[in-house]
């Protein structure tokens, strides 16, 4: 009779824990949410604005009662791209604030640490910011990415300026990480794929700000197309440095990570002509679109700025793909039920100029592929690509 109270004892914990475990972050008042962004690293120009703009879409709808009565608290945790920092403020997020999801959390690397933590206990991984396939890896159920990958994006933009532009010598300028490692890839593969030469790359270190020798040496193999997978200021750093040299006749070439309002903006032209493969539509070029404008003008009332930049719009629209599955898991709100929802959106998302769909099996919200270069100052659509 002892034995088998301990095992019904046993039995009970073991239940309990796992009602925990598909509730855990979720009370009849609030749900918790969290990420780990850079906000002070090299990247802190997509982090910074997207939880801006994520907190101002939650405060708003926690101010007309939240999502079935639970306001959503969204918790952030700063790794300036470090990857051990990462690991820090994932544990922290899910062992102390015990967070239902994450949502938008930053970096190819900083993501594929945290699935140590977050896979075991089933906590979903919402639209990171970051477009890399491995996103998406096993177990897929918990893992649910926004938009076409850097390798996608990066092929069909890199085909198109082949067939377009006659480009035939194919080089690259990485940081050699998960990051940079995929959009090297993908750019290879697209060389190979059509006959095409590629010859030569060169890698750098995340904080490097001098590519003086690096891009002499890309010119003086005869690069005629440049893939980078740079952050933002090196991406600019590095297109600038080409244009001093009076390099002009080679096409350079950046994924999604590249694909920025201030890179567009930066004074003198030194970006005018870059070219970008992404899974979203530059927002200027569409205020004339009445939910674009509206957003907008809420922006400008919140925060003084006249447009919200590419970190706000990713920012805004995963924030809406959040609240919309725990709309759709209903009052009832568990692990298991929130991924069902997740797999039944579908809308389109007029912000970023794609639709979101869900429905699929994919994981992936839109595999769209839109071809950009920054021409005036800012980022013009130049044509759509299937994803291969």
């Known amino acids: 009779m002892r034995k088998l109270a301990i095992a019904a004892a046993a039995a009970a914990a073991l239940a309990a824990g796992g009602v925990h475990a598909q509730t855990r972050g979720v009370t009849d008042t609030e749900v918790r949410v969290g990420g780990a962004h850079d906000m002070s690293g090299i990247f802190a120009g997509f982090s910074v604005p997207a939880v801006k703009a994520a907190q101002l879409y939650?405060?708003?709808?926690?101010?007309k009662g939240g999502v079935h009565g639970r306001q959503i608290r969204y918790i952030v945790e700063d790794h300036g791209y470090q990857v051990p920092k990462a690991v820090q403020a994932v544990n922290k997020l899910v062992n102390r604030d015990e967070v239902f999801a994450m949502l938008l959390s930053l970096g190819t690397p900083h993501n594929i640490a945290a699935f140590n933590v977050l896979d075991p206990l089933g906590i979903p991984n919402i639209s990171p910011l970051t477009a890399a396939r491995?996103?998406?890896?096993?177990?897929?159920?918990?893992?649910?990415?926004?938009?076409?990958?850097?390798?996608?994006?990066?092929?069909?933009a890199a085909g198109y300026l082949m067939e377009k532009n006659g480009r035939k010598t194919v080089c690259s300028m990485y940081i050699p990480s998960d990051f940079g490692e995929e959009i090297h890839s993908a750019t290879v593969d697209e060389a190979q794929a059509r006959g095409l030469t590629f010859k030569a790359e060169t890698q750098h270190r995340p904080d490097e700000t001098d590519f003086t020798g690096a891009i002499g040496k890309l010119k003086a193999e005869g690069c005629d197309l440049v893939s980078i997978a740079l952050g933002l200021r090196a991406t600019i750093t590095a297109v600038g440095t080409a244009k001093k040299m009076g390099w002009t006749d080679a096409d350079f070439l950046v994924s999604s990570a590249?694909?920025?309002?201030?890179?567009?903006?930066?004074?003198?032209?030194?970006?005018?002509?870059l070219y970008a493969g992404a899974g979203w539509q530059d927002l200027e070029a569409r205020l004339s679109n009445p939910a674009v404008a509206d957003w907008v003008a809420k922006w400008k009332a919140?925060?003084?700025?006249?447009?919200?930049?590419t970190g706000a719009l990713l920012g805004r629209t995963a924030a809406e793909v959040f609240v919309r599955a725990l709309e759709a898991a209903g009052p009832d709100l568990t692990l298991d039920g929130f991924k069902k929802a997740m797999s039944t959106l579908k809308y389109?998302?007029?912000?970023?100029?794609?639709?979101?769909?869900?429905?699929?099996?994919?994981h992936i919200g839109s595999s769209d592929i839109y071809i950009s270069q920054v021409q005036n100052g800012s980022w013009a659509l130049i044509g759509e690509v299937q994803a291969k």
């Open 58 to 63: 939650f405060d708003e709808l926690n101010a």
């Open 302 to 309: 919140a925060t003084g700025e006249d447009l919200p930049g």
């Open 348 to 362: 389109e998302e007029e912000i970023g100029g794609y639709t979101v769909d869900y429905t699929d099996g994919s």
């Open 134 to 156: 491995q996103m998406l890896q096993d177990p897929i159920e918990n893992k649910f990415t926004g938009l076409s990958s850097y390798y996608d994006g990066i092929r069909a």
């Open 258 to 273: 590249g694909f920025h309002t201030a890179v567009a903006k930066v004074p003198g032209g030194v970006t005018e002509g």
